[in-house]
């Protein structure tokens, strides 16, 4: 397991997410400016229904399809809300990063996140999904900022999003001294970057893709 964050894995992670074809826009501020607009309305049925592609496009779907997601996604709308909102209430604010919330302020939502494709895998194969590829990924959108995307084949995948969740958190404050370097080597392939960028996760999920991959 990683035990600390570092320039050099921060680059080698970058490398190997732009060395995937059409990740590139992944990993630019446009991402990000359009996430946030997207969430303008709140987490309705034209916001699901924006998202659900996105999901496709990130490979998070799998096996199942968008159609069978989108149906199973509407019917848990009022929980990822209530989730959503409890987050909210519980750190003050809408703008925090990884090191703002607990644990527990975030595991409603995801909780909610997963049960999405946990109940479409319940219904076609007879046991929980137990993958966080999916829920991460999808809380990630809602909240960039404190959710750590999960990548099967690029970090390797997890099972245990809260004890990923907690040493990404712990990553984080223990890089602080690096903070402004780690920052300044992910803002050359960002774009210019507005308060919506997220780069304390992104810079742990690309650091730890990089401890895989150099």
């Known amino acids: 397991m990683v035990s600390q964050l570092t320039v050099a894995d921060l680059e080698a992670g970058t490398k190997a997410f732009l060395g995937k074809p059409g990740w590139e826009s992944d990993l630019h501020a446009n991402l990000y ?63 925090f990063d990884l090191t703002g919330v607990c644990w527990s302020d975030i595991a409603d939502l995801f909780a ?14 007879g046991h929980e999904l137990h993958s966080a590829v999916f829920p991460g990924k999808l809380c990630h959108f809602i909240m960039p900022h404190v959710f750590v995307v999960v990548d099967g084949e690029m970090m390797g995948g997890c099972t245990d999003y809260q004890t990923f969740w907690i ?37 742990v999920e690309l650091c730890l893709m990089g401890a895989r991959h150099r």
């Open 112 to 125: 909610a996140a997963h049960e999405i494709k946990s109940a479409v895998h319940r219904r076609k194969y």
């Open 33 to 95: 400016r359009e996430l946030s607009d997207a969430l303008a309305g709140g987490l309705d049925r034209e916001w699901w229904d924006r998202t659900v592609p996105r999901l496709s496009s990130w490979l998070a779907l799998r096996p199942h399809s968008k159609d069978t997601i989108r149906a199973q996604g509407l019917n848990q709308l009022p929980a990822l809300a209530e989730g959503y909102r409890t987050v909210i209430q519980r750190a003050g604010a809408e703008r």
């Open 167 to 203: 040493h990404a958190r712990d990553l984080w404050r223990r890089a602080e001294p690096i903070h402004a370097q780690l920052k300044g080597a992910l803002a050359r392939h960002t774009g210019a970057a507005g308060p919506e960028y997220p780069w304390p996760t992104k810079i």
